[in-house]
């Protein structure tokens, strides 16, 4: 998983990954509160996205951006080539906590 900064003005909506239905197989979407910060979450499957040992494997990706405070925005994005890491990228981003300042 990565973990960036952007800095702008064009809100969580903004700043999603732009939806292309022939690259992201069982796409899912959701916005939801973790801890007190909402969080924009992206889910999907890239088919033949992953080179491995010779072959050709789907790519399991997630993408989820969060506003940590007005115009700067922090962002995760990851990809593998197994469902059960994807879950476990989207249980890691559930699970943020902001540090109390």
Known sequence: MT????RGGLGLEGYRRAYQPALMLEYSECSE???DDKISIQAWRTPNGVFRNTRRFDRYDVFAIWEIRPGVYAYSTGGTYSRSTQDLMLGA???WRRKPA
């Open 3 to 6: 973990f960036g900064i952007i």
């Open 33 to 35: 509160f973790v801890g």
């Open 93 to 95: 981003i559930r699970s």
